[in-house]
């Protein structure tokens, strides 16, 4: 029934706005923070902040459809033997069997197999749907350590050692009982029905310097093969990128607040972390300080959304990008086909975000075989496949149009920025200005 | 019977040799370890080894079938992640030792240091004497003996492994308490002591475990973390 009052003249308080409100009711009705998956939702400085300039009298451009533009990397050239090469500069990123359901880990895996990428396990361990068909695959070495074993680690074509994460950097998780199957439960050697905590630092090392001599362990391990990335959650990148590198990274992964998460308190997502934008420069600021930068690869992830996404974060100087939120929208998470039981819910097709229930419509964040079965594999790993066709394509397009033949030959004097803000973060002029807040030294 | 003298040769090598199925059955000497670190990681085949000396970070870390003697003392990350067969150290234990193991045996004939058994699934932990604080945190399963004493917040968080404790606790952590020694618990206590080969009556120890009161989140609870 619509209300008789007239309430288009009431003025919403900017501090007492009604979401926050509906906080307090909350909070007062059930006394315990909000837990909730996805990342930060607030407004801040991204990729969105910068533009390309385009080729022009000083740039020759490529042909689009005709020339050639190369997209190929290959990650952890610094110590392993068996570095791997992927097709496109975009990876799949960690994504625990647990949070995601079976089908979705094998559609992860056949989308990325597709296009020649890489995928990423998470926490729990290593499935046999997703080794099969992920033809890379990068083991995750996480502080729970749920599902480690040496067998599975020899059989990744890396390894990621997992510091952080830009959801929660400093944050642990927990898989709430009602995702807990009797195969999750097997494979993290705990009861089922029981929440599980994953921890928020690992065990057996407490500093960089234990860091140095773990990641040497795992490289003994695996007789040195394969390619050890350091995951951190993006905070105090300078620092934590050169003392991965220290560390003997092959690859650094700095996760920027924007990432996504299974299940984590909302508080944490939206009030720690910096964003991916001023991480990705401070990373690469520190990679080149150490006369590291494409020695040690840096991938960056948190909020890539778009192929223009990925070149900015290539002309920012990263080797390749990943994305995790974005493929599970690919895949069919929040799709409108499920709206009536997204209302069934208290939610709405677009907002859906309560990865930590397992109740979700779509059969990808969730351990009910009911849900789990509506995600034909197949099917979910070919959208996969054509988003990150899609990205690929747009990166290109971006990169030809600033007449690049790689999609790494991108640069920072290729771009401008939208805001004062974003140009300090990206250490970018601001556009129509040779002014960068902060900075006077010589662009 | 091989010998690797690792005051000449790298760990590499060592490690490299028990990758492989050539030494399967065999016994293997390794003199001068020195401390170093990463001492005979991730052996995979039923072999002896024996190890004269001192040894720094993860000695025997993710071993599998091997049975592994530190003839000294052994520093962090004694047997992390082992999966099985056995590791025994005859001094002392630094912190974390048997970390998230899976299975095996560890004996620590000394005493360990912080952490002992950190997050344990499935391995079995003999401590000939005392342990440090947080000993057993989060321990999942297995169960872990201690013939002395433990420190401060033992089996802080543990989900169902076992401890058996002859001495004191300084306290218990969250969520542990002790329980009944009934007679499977002797008879347990009793092959694990004897595997171990050290001798203690069974009937001197106590049985810690979880209240299971935090499985599941309550916010009733908070307080207790």
Redesign the interface.
Known sequence: MSSKIDTSWLRESATFSKPVIREIQRAAR???YDIRGAGAKRTIPTFDDLLFLGASMSRYPLEGYREKCETTVTLGTRFAKKPITISTPITIAGMSFGALSAQAKEALGRGATEVGTSTTTGDGGMTPEERGHSKLLVYQYLP??YG???DD?RKADAIEVVVGQGAKPGGGG?L??QKISDRVAEM????K???Q?S?CRH???TGPD?LE??V??LR?????QVPIYIKVGATRTFFDVQLAVKAGADVVVVDGMQGGTAATQDVFIEHVGIPTLPATRLAVDALKDLGMHREVQLIVSGGIRSGADVAKALAMGADAVSIGTAALIAMGDNAPEHEQEYNDLGTTAGFYDDWQDGRDPSGISTQDPDLGERLDPELAGRRVANYLRCLTLETQTLARAAGKTNVRNLEPQDMVALTIEASAMARIPLAGTDWIPGFSGKF | MREFDLQNAE??LL??AL?GSDLAGQSIEVVNPGGK??VA??A?FETQVDIRGHV???CA??N?NARITVHGNAG??LA??M?SGSVTVKGNAS??CG??A?GGLLIVEGDAAA?CG??M??VDIVVGGSIGHMSA??A??GRLVICGDAGESLGD?I??ARIYLRGEPTSLGTDCIEKPMETEHIEELKDLLNKAGIKHDPAEFKRYGSARKL???Q?DN?GAY
């Open positions: 059930e006394g315990i729970s350590r480690m074993n040496p680690l927990m709430l009982g993290r050697n705990l009861p029905g029981i929440d905590r921890a065990p057996d090392w234990d001599i773990k040497q362990e003994e391990i695996t007789d040195w | 760990v590499r490690n490299q990758h670190h990463n990681a991730g995979q720094g970070y993860y870390g993710m599998q962090p990350g992390e992640n999966m912190q974390y970390a998230t899976h952490r950190i997050s699934k499935g945190f989060m999942q399963s968080s989900y169902e499985y599941n989140f916010v908070v």
